[in-house]
């Protein structure tokens, strides 16, 4: 009968663990800023792009300021960095 007491403990972390994941987004809503230097292959330049991020699973949110404009922060494109899975390596990093 011992034997059996480990069953519904582990059935009552794996319901919170799965809990957790699902209504993760929810319980760590915040976001953070991230900058990254790379190619953009949409304006064909090398950019700084302050990104914002979930804090949660570090996706792309928006796009907070960019060097492609002026000021940095009137970012006026379609956003399309948001969905690069990769960011190309900037030209001056590659060339050196």
């Known amino acids: 009968m011992w034997l059996l007491m480990p069953v519904p403990i582990f059935v009552a972390v794996a319901a919170v663990l799965l809990g957790v994941a699902i ?24 950019v700084s792009v302050d990104f914002s991020e979930a804090v949660w699973d570090s996706s792309l949110v928006d796009v907070i300021a960019c060097t492609e404009f002026s000021p940095p922060q009137d970012v006026r494109c379609e956003k399309k960095c948001l969905m690069l899975g990769k960011f190309p390596e900037p030209k001056e990093l590659t060339a050196a």
């Open 23 to 46: 209504a993760g987004p929810r319980l760590f809503p915040g976001t953070y800023t991230a900058k990254r230097a790379f190619r953009c292959p949409f304006r064909d330049s090398d």
